[in-house]
């Protein structure tokens, strides 16, 4: 049953183009390879204009056990997910209970409230639907592979402040959207990598819900299924 209904979302999806088209992970004909031409791409481009790219790579903590229930509900309402096929995904969610369990002694059942159900073939598109509008403001372009979503930004010499704020205003926006769909941005381990010889960084911070930190730069990141460098080397 569970493959029947990921298989009529995955259509409808499709058919209604519902998913942003930077998504690559869990995506018909786009993968690891797709995200990284698009993104060497745009790199290699802003490069040859003598400019310069400022790439955040974004982590969250524990993404697929954040996804909140309700809200994820919500959402496939609002994207047309209704009738049998969205009463059975709720049911699917709503329904689940856990324990804990230490020897012989076990603890009282509660009502999990969030988290899709990892291993299971319809919890990589609940999370797709999820997270799908958290680029939806944003002005640099982005890349994003499930949970794994970084932002480029070419910067150019002449408009050195104006650029970089764009990303800043970005990664402000997706603080914002973490806050209100209770997914956790994990600061400490977020990125940011600065492409173009003789280029002086620019520091760019991050709220964690508590205090703005500031973004750590990186020569070498891992990116889905490479490790890329500022040299545009990869492994």
Known sequence: MEKIIKEQITKYLE??????????????????TSNLLESVGYITKALSKRNFVDISFLDFAKAFDKVSHCRLIHKLKAYGIKGNVGKWIESFLTSRKQRTVLGNHSGDWTDVLSGVPQGFV???TLFIIYINDLTDNLKSVHKIYADDTKLLQEIRPEFHDADCLILQNDLNIISEWSKEWLM?????KCKVM???HGYINHEYVMNDGNTSLIIAATDIERDPGIFLSNDLKWN
């Open 194 to 196: 600065h492409l173009g």
């Open 184 to 188: 956790e941005l994990n600061v400490a």
């Open 122 to 124: 319809l919890g990589p």
């Open 15 to 32: 058919k209604t183009s519902c998913i942003s088209n930077n998504q690559h992970g869990f995506m018909s004909k786009k993968g690891c």
